[in-house]
């Protein structure tokens, strides 16, 4: 279990993001989508990493394995603490996906953790049932992605903590659990359907949580950090 929340910087640009993070005087694990990469492009990464914090780059690449690989590649030389692919583009994809990442990983540099997306938070089974035909519960069908994501020699996955602690029985405990979807007691769900706080994923076994709204849109945006930090058991 990591001691910092991951927060998701979701905002439309550069300006709002330097404007959230001067409020801190500590180093934070923040989490850049493909939202504002595709509007700022990876010098936003530099200068986030220039002040201290580690990132998670979210961009969830999901195509032939030639490809990822490549851009995996490219992705290893921004410097960024972790990436993700989704799982869902199978097995050989995911390998392509690593071997990219070692590859283009600079020489003396530690390689960006890599996992892989199971099913979206924003998911619901009769969704999934419908919509993926995939047949299964939930529940079941994480956890073939998630055995996929090991074999395939991947460091984790995304997934809701409600499927963290059965993915750990199955894969280990050094399996990383990274899960979206935390709310403060009482906070809104958005458009996220399986939740929980920061208290329950620990309890359930998540290494890593994922923040967005809960911190970046609280009236106190330090105050509102701090309170998850004490719940997830950091500092």
């Known amino acids: 279990m990591t001691d910092k929340p991951i927060i998701a910087l979701d905002f439309p640009g550069e300006e709002d993001v330097f404007t959230f993070l001067e409020q801190y005087n500590e180093a934070l ?4 989508g493909l939202e504002l990469f595709l509007q700022e492009g990876s010098s936003i990464i530099k200068k986030i990493k220039d ?7 979210d961009l969830k690449l999901h195509d032939i394995p030639n490809t990822v690989k490549s851009a995996m590649r490219g992705l290893a030389r921004l410097g960024v603490d972790m990436v993700n692919v989704h799982a869902a583009g199978g097995s050989e994809m995911m390998k392509a996906a ?3 990442l070692q590859e283009g990983t ?11 997306v199971t099913q979206l938070t924003s998911t ?12 299964t519960t939930l529940e079941e069908s994480v956890l073939n992605y998630a055995l996929l994501t090991k074999d395939a020699g991947l460091d984790g996955v995304v997934c809701s903590v409600l499927e963290a602690k059965a993915i750990e029985e199955a894969c280990g405990k050094e399996f990383l659990k990274v899960t979206p979807g935390i709310r403060l ?25 994922v923040v967005g709204r809960a911190i970046t849109q609280s009236v106190n945006t330090v105050e509102s950090y701090h309170t998850v930090l004490e719940q997830w058991g950091g500092q």
């Open 29 to 32: 694990y923040v989490k850049i």
């Open 51 to 57: 002040l201290g914090h580690e990132i998670f780059l």
């Open 98 to 100: 690593l071997e990219g």
């Open 106 to 116: 600079p020489v003396g540099k530690k390689r960006p953790l890599l996992i892989a």
């Open 124 to 135: 619901t089974e009769e969704e999934m049932q419908k919509e993926q035909k995939i047949m």
């Open 185 to 209: 007691e009482g906070g809104e769900a958005h458009d996220q359907k399986r939740i929980a706080t920061p208290a329950v994923a620990r309890e359930k076994r998540s290494t890593h949580i």
